[in-house]
């Protein structure tokens, strides 16, 4: 027997996992979790071409956030940081006493100094030349 695909299921799955460009880690893995749970059962037609499209999803995602090839500039690993922390622009703001600078810092016009790469390697507790341009 050969299974059919049926557009009126796939749009009922369409409806239930809501599948959308991926833009944070935390979707990322939202969307791990289900395509685990499909991979491990025999699927539908349906639910295979769900599949693909959440994989296609995530190779998508994966390649832009991770960008092995791409050199990382100060600032993108600042904005990595501040992603993966939890963290927020204001708890910059404390610490480097300026909404201006960070505001500059993170949109690439300022040029973060030794000084306050340190200041940033402590908040992180990371090694401060990550923040400098050798």
Do not use: C, W
């Not at 979790?33 to 295979?48: F, K, Y």
């Not at 956030?65 to 990382?72: D, F, L």
């Amino acid at each position: 027997m050969t299974l059919t695909f049926n557009p009126e299921k796939y749009k009922e799955l369409l409806t239930a996992y809501l599948p959308k460009l991926i833009k944070t880690e935390a979707e990322n893995e939202e969307v791990l979790a289900i395509v685990e749970d499909l991979m491990h059962r025999e699927r539908t037609p349906e639910e295979n071409e769900l599949y693909q499209l959440l994989i296609t999803l995530i190779e998508k995602f994966e390649h832009e956030y991770y960008q092995p090839e791409q050199p990382h500039t100060p600032q993108s690993i600042l904005l990595f940081l501040l992603e993966q922390s939890d963290k927020t622009k204001a708890d910059l703001q404390a610490i480097l006493d300026s909404e201006n600078l960070v505001d500059n810092i993170l949109n690439g016009n300022q040029k973060i100094t030794p000084e306050l790469a340190q200041k940033l390697g402590d908040f992180f507790h990371v090694e401060a030349s990550l923040f400098v341009i050798v």
